[in-house]
């Protein structure tokens, strides 16, 4: 699906889209520190707040004795939940608080409840919120969840959290099955903490006969911990505008679009400022935490500025809940897949969890396999096990499910996996075509030569130095999940371009990329666009991931088209001129090159305005024109969102390897080799593809050797809720990423690129090749005493 339809989507060579070492137009900023966070903004007369946070996993506050904390000194206001102010708001969209807005009941250890102290100082905050004598209701609470299948245990959730979920009714037989074996076949699609999602297509009967055997496995994901190195929060006060009615919202530190601050304080964007650019390091994180939230409700009520910031240790939210997943998969002797039934048990989360774990059966490698005959069990069970933000990691992860399948289909018939993934890959135009999809070949191909793949049964290689040998393959789509609807505006003036938009800066350097299309599409530098930050601007860097990037990539480039088109029609009009006109004043005008040349003679290079035909000819492209020329390209939203309906159809694709050397005696795991072989289609920004790849390794090699979650059964608490004792890789861990770009142009947006990254986050890729090497299966993490028990020998 090339870039057919837009300007120069076909384009060949290429001086600036691709390039490498093109700095991001902040990095100084933020290398230098000057970059402004939000907990890095002050303003005078501040005042600081601090939510009450629950110490239970679940519990409910009766009643609040605030009058130790007010006769502090310092201590300004405690505002507590059913104070009448939470009804001037409106739910923010973006917002991770579901029902009224600062609720009397927590559903996790952590969770905003019950009271907002404010006072002249942090300290005076966490002094306060220990003077307050809470009446707390400790609640039943789930942190197993396989224990809340348990049809007798109490509902821990109202009705009221139920009522956008898209459950389906349970399953009409629960034969085989771990996880349906459900204790009511005629319930509704929900009862207690239990709510079902199911999604049946194609002839599983005609699917299960077709098979020469079943295989049935489990994949075990378990939750893994965001990380934010920048602390989320806001601060916000009130000013009169003299030049419109009513009051002005200054607010610093929320970093989403200002219009969600707008609808939820019920105000038009104009009367609200967010000149700050930085939201701090995210991945697939769009949810506002209330400290981004709350701060324009206290301030408007103390009549002072007020800043509230989250800790480190408040940002600790998942980005990929629990999963238990029972496959059973149909599958002939030569390795082709003819039925696929995965049951899957899966975490709810805190309210206000992202509801990917209940519809997420579209976002699957199931759609790239031939095989028609799918069902999609999910039993999804309501927990106080922690919150996932708003889109978190569940997409990729729900590749692992057949990356291993894979790899058992290899291991039972002696074949080699890459040769089961190739005979099982549909082609590029739907699951009936049997083509080679040139991508994915290509990706494969060059993968096998650089790892120097040799494949080999499990636990039959050992190295020189006496380590197990294992080794592992996984592919991949690139992603189409980008739904927005994009807009570009651009504008010569003086001699210059401009670019304005109103951030916010996001991880995958959106406007680098769009400057760099803008520059290439005007034969321009980088340097030469001029990026105008305006809070007021339309356009905006929340593309939507790496993808949206892309697909709004498509809309710069025609915008910087029509500006060309404008430009070259005004440098043709203003050669024609003869004299140079100051109001009533005129003199000769020097004759110029382009003189007798219409538009269409014309081209720009090299900061140049030149004839086609005799390059010689040319004026500086700052002195084209004088007009001022505006170009706007807006409210398109991209084919590439849904273009390969979830793998039905292929065009972009990648690859990933992983060689492993684990030491049977000690249970160490060594990443020998990583690879990467992408085809984005068309690389954009070399740096940010490049960092896009090293974090998804860094998120995946976490989850897989190092991360894990640890929950008190007793109390439902956190044991390990900080960095210290939840380990993250540090850059000593991580291992060098090898990464080889293909760009087969394919894709369907600018250029024909697609997104990156984010179906290269996996699970089980490591896990795999460790099975390789031992012939055992861990669950992750892989860590020395886990390893030790899998290999029976501790």
Known sequence: MPDYTGANGLRESFRVVGKPNIPGLTSYAMATGIAKFGSDFTVPDMLFAKILRSPFAHAKVLAIDASKALAIPGVVDVVKWDDPIFGDITQNPFSTSKTGYLPNEAHKEGAEVGAVVIAESEALCDEALCALHVQWEELPFIVDIKKGLDPDFPAIRGPEWDESHTYNPPPKTTEGHTWMATHYPEDPRKKGNVGWSTKAEGDMASGWKQADFILEYEVNVHDVVSLLPNPQASVAWWTDDMYRPGKTLRIEGAVQRRGAIATMYKMPDENVIQEGLFQGGKYCDWGLRMAQEITPLLSKRVNRPVRCCNTREENFDMCVNERFAHIKLGVTNEGLITAVDDSSLLDHGAPGSSEMTVYDRDWTGYYTLKCENITQRYTVVDSNRG?????????????????????????????????????????????????????????????????????????????????????????????????????????????????????????????????????????????????????????????????????????????????????????????????????????????????????????????????????????????????????????????????????????????????????????????LKYLVVADPGKVIRLTSFESQIDQVVFFSQGCQLLEEYILDPETGVKLNGNMLDYRKPTTLDVPIVDKEILELRSGDGAYGASGIAHNLANSHLIITAIHNATGVWVDPPATPDRMLKALGKC
């Open 387 to 671: 919150f996932m933000h708003t889109c978190g990691q569940f997409v990729p992860y729900s590749w692992d499910m057949l990356t291993v399948g894979i790899y058992l289909i290899a291991e039972k018939l002696g074949k080699d996996p890459t040769e089961i993934a190739r005979l099982n890959l549909h082609g590029p135009d739907s699951q009936k075509d049997t083509r080679p999809v040139p991508s994915f070949e290509a990706c494969l191909n060059e993968g096998k030569k650089l790892m120097n793949w040799n494949w080999h049964p499990a636990g039959t290689k050992r190295l020189p130095d006496g380590r197990l040998h294992g080794a592992s393959f996984r592919y991949q789509m690139c992603p189409r999940h980008a739904f927005l609807k994009y807009f570009c505006k651009l504008e010569y003036r003086d001699g210059v371009v401009h670019f304005p938009t109103q951030g916010p800066i996001a991880g995958w350097f959106g406007t680098e990329c769009f400057t760099m299309i803008i520059a290439e599409e005007l034969g321009l530098m980088f340097d030469d666009i001029a990026v105008d930050y305006d809070y007021r601007a339309e356009h905006t860097d929340e593309a939507g991931g790496s993808d949206g990037v892309t697909g709004h990539g498509w809309v710069v480039k025609e915008c910087a088209n029509m500006l060309k088109k404008k430009i070259l029609e005004a440098a043709a009009r203003e050669a024609q001129e003869t004299v140079i006109r100051f109001g009533p004043m005129e003199m000769p005008k020097p004759e110029s090159p382009l003189k007798s040349y219409k538009a269409e003679d014309l081209d720009i290079m090299d900061g140049k305005v030149f004839v086609k035909s005799d390059p010689s000819k040319f004026v500086l492209f700052s002195q084209a024109t004088t007009e001022t020329i505006t170009a706007d390209f807006g409210s398109y939203s991209p084919k590439s969102a849904w273009a390969t309906q979830f793998g039905r159809k292929l065009d972009t694709m990648n690859t990933s390897w992983c060689e492993v050397a684990v030491d049977d005696e000690t249970g160490e795991v060594e990443i």
